[in-house]
């Protein structure tokens, strides 16, 4: 399929809508994304979350603050977000800095989460060394049938996108590679070689 600088709308977030629309009952999950984060030292690491929300104010996905990529977006706030929508062939970069959302946000959303999934919040402490899995059963054990309100150290983050970039695959690895970068104001499309 050819991904053509007539066929982009001049709104990068328009843009990803319409992919993202499109990958609706085709992608199993089109909200899953890779996010890449880089400690203060700038070691990287990279992991796949849910986007939650996308809105001309970012692009929002929840975790443990105390989490290993919550305590690196607080000492770096740079990070990246990859689509990779094979079935379309497609994938969307996104890159940009990093801010929490507010508390009432983060209430908001934890409220939707299904009962095991705010149980779950409350019993992990992700990305630390858990001694064996019957030490996270008997946390669970002891939350079950308490509704647990969210707890301080879990909550979101949002993306503000400094870039985007649209990738199409075409054979013969000549993909076609569309970025938008924020430059005085506007986003500038620039194609890319593959």
């Given at each position: 399929m050819e991904l053509r600088r007539t066929d982009l709308d001049a709104d990068p977030l328009s843009q990803f809508q319409r992919w993202f629309d499109e990958a609706a009952g085709v992608?199993?999950?089109r909200e899953a994304m890779a996010v890449a984060t880089a400690s203060a030292e700038g070691v990287p690491s990279v992991r796949m979350v849910l986007l939650k929300a996308a809105d001309e104010r970012g692009l929002v996905f929840f975790t443990h603050y105390t989490s290993r990529k919550g305590r690196e977006l607080e000492a770096n706030p740079n990070a990246a977000l990859l689509f990779h929508w094979n079935?379309?062939?497609?994938?969307?970069?996104?890159?940009?800095?990093?801010e929490r959302v507010s508390a009432e946000e983060s209430d908001a959303y934890f409220a939707t989460r299904p009962e095991g999934a705010r149980i779950g919040a409350n019993?992990?402490?992700?990305?630390?060394?858990l001694g064996d899995r019957a030490e996270l059963e008997r946390r669970v054990a002891g939350l079950e049938g308490?509704?647990?309100?969210?707890?301080?150290?879990?909550?979101?983050?949002?993306?503000r996108p400094d870039a985007w970039e649209f990738w199409q695959h075409r054979d013969d690895r000549l993909h076609d590679r569309f970025r938008y970068t924020r430059r005085e104001g506007a986003w500038v499309i620039e194609r890319l070689y593959p």
């Open positions: 992608v199993r999950v079935p379309l062939g497609r994938q969307v970069r996104v890159e940009g800095t990093v019993a992990s402490r992700q990305s630390e060394v308490a509704d647990p309100a969210r707890p301080e150290s879990w909550g979101g983050f949002r993306l």
